[in-house]
T-cell receptor, first 109, second 112 residues
Framework: RKEVEQDPGPFNVPEGATVAFNCTYSNSASQSFFWYRQDCRKEPKLLMSVYSSGNEDGRFTAQLNRASQYISLLIRDSKLSDSATYLCVVYTGGFKTIFGAGTRLFVKA | DAMVIQNPRYQVTQFGKPVTLSCSQTLNHNVMYWYQQKSSQAPKLLFHYYDKDFNNEADTPDNFQSRRPNTSFCFLDIRSPGLGDAAMYLC???????????FGDGTRLSIL
């Protein structure tokens, strides 16, 4: 089992749709969680950190479920510019940060 | 303003010819990382530094070396590049290991 698993997609959604991604992690001692966005042939960029209480940034909402060991990302009112790969990132302690392989999202007009 | 700067953006080298990639940061972060990323894969950690303390991931090939002469700069040396080393090389920094990482634009390495 991979330490961080994501559905690779692609998710194909129309503009204005709501889309959600999940990411599961295997290490129950994992401490910090992040979502990054990566455009084709570009570097990953931090989208948001994920807190136990859940957090929202505009159209984006992140949730953490420690009991079931997953994090989620919800995107409301999808825009064409949201098309990208979304990477789930989990910090497990020491210097170990694990990246998921990403979920690809295509938003179509 | 770019805070993690990688040079060059694109590097073409010949099979077996040494190459050096550079990374600089203006964030004054303690930790610097080098990742290798191939198409449709997660970034793979090669090395990290906490200040001057160096850590080499267990599965990083011996062909890859790194230097951090000061807190602002870090280099990745590939001594004898093979075709399998063609990839995007990403430098990242974080203030502490548990905090978000900030990436440079990456260097795309091609091997002829």
């Amino acid at each position: 089992r991979k330490e961080v698993e994501q559905d690779p997609g692609p998710f194909n959604v129309p503009e204005g749709a709501t889309v959600a991604f999940n990411c599961t992690y295997s290490n129950s001692a994992s401490q910090s969680f992040f979502w990054y966005r990566q455009d084709c042939r570009k570097e990953p960029k931090l989208l948001m950190s994920v807190y136990s209480s859940g957090n929202e940034d505009g159209r984006f909402t992140a949730q953490l479920n420690r009991a079931s060991q997953y994090i989620s990302l919800l995107i409301r009112d999808s825009k064409l510019s949201d098309s990208a790969t979304y990477l789930c990132v989990v910090y497990t302690g020491g210097f170990k940060t694990i990246f998921g392989a990403g979920t690809r999202l295509f938003v179509k007009a | 303003d770019a805070m993690v700067i990688q040079n060059p953006r694109y590097q073409v080298t010949q099979f077996g010819k040494p190459v050096t990639l550079s990374c600089s940061q203006t964030l004054n972060h303690n930790v610097m990382y080098w990742y290798q990323q191939k198409s449709s894969q997660a970034p793979k950690l090669l090395f990290h530094y906490y200040d001057k303390d160096f850590n080499n991931e267990a599965d990083t090939p011996d062909n890859f070396q790194s230097r951090r002469p000061n807190t602002s700069f870090c280099f990745l040396d590939i001594r004898s590049p093979g075709l399998g080393d063609a990839a995007m090389y990403l430098c990242a920094t974080s203030r502490e290991p548990n905090q978000p990482q900030h990436f440079g634009d990456g260097t795309r390495l091609s091997i002829l």
